[in-house]
């Protein structure tokens, strides 16, 4: 097994317990690790400004993957210096920017880190779900007028059992034009194609010369795939979806409630 040189963490069932706090053990082996001079990036479909709180809580100077991969910046120790990022093409952005006004559907669209949808009391249902997990601000107005730019990421909304029909239907609609994946269980996330939380580990790869064999990788759902299929050991928390479950190297026998990220920290890296 190779030397783990960085973990990347997923926040929202996964480092984070189901009241989004950070369970004490898991700040403990982390600070372990980074003692023992392993790199931390959180790695989230979340935008970089409702990251940054959990790495104040959580005390360490981490890598953040925003944006499922859409936007990687370093440490602040480092100044944040960007390392990559890739919006989503306008064409495809208005796309879903028409559908969501034509169904009433909640479209969250990503610019420059800052969040924008339109109201209605349909979506405010919604934005009561996003906002009370990750604690987002919505900025409200008609995204007509963002026809033509390109978001870093957009998310659109919907009750579970229409959001995998709807995941089904853009996946075949729109091919390789999208990078198109699921994480909570209303979330739909649209990305640029090529962009996922595994090409953000091979472009830190890149940026801090190591290889990916050498990052651990832990997560619970469908948009950490590509990233658990490219670190060198992909762990999957007990509460993970089966889908997750099924590309994992490993799979911890704790919850996200239980400290898992500890486990699969002192399993993994600290040995």
Known sequence: MEKVSLIALDLDGTLLDDSKEIPPENIRALEEARDS???????????IPRILPVEE???????????????????????RPLISERPLPADI?????????????????????????????????????????????????????RIGQEPTKLIL??????????????????????YITKSDPEYLEIMAPGVSKGTALEALGNHYGFSVENVLAVGDAENDNPMLETAGIGVVVANGTAASKAVADHVTERTNNEAAVAEAVRRFALK
């Open 93 to 145: 952005a208005e796309i879903f920017i028409r559908f969501s006004q034509e169904g009433d559907y909640l479209l969250n669209f990503y610019k420059d880190d800052v969040l924008y949808s339109e109201d209605s009391p349909n979506r405010r249902r919604f934005m009561d779900i996003y906002s009370t997990r990750t604690g987002a601000e919505y900025n409200i107005e008609d995204l007509t007028g």
């Open 37 to 47: 001079g392993i790199l931390v990036a959180i790695s989230s479909g979340r935008m």
């Open 57 to 79: 809580r959580l005390g360490l100077d981490c890598i953040i993957l925003a944006y499922n991969g859409g936007k990687v910046v370093g440490p602040k120790s480092e100044g």
């Open 157 to 178: 909304l919907a009750d579970p059992a229409e959001r995998d029909r709807l995941h089904d239907h853009f996946s075949a609609e729109l091919g390789d034009r999208a």
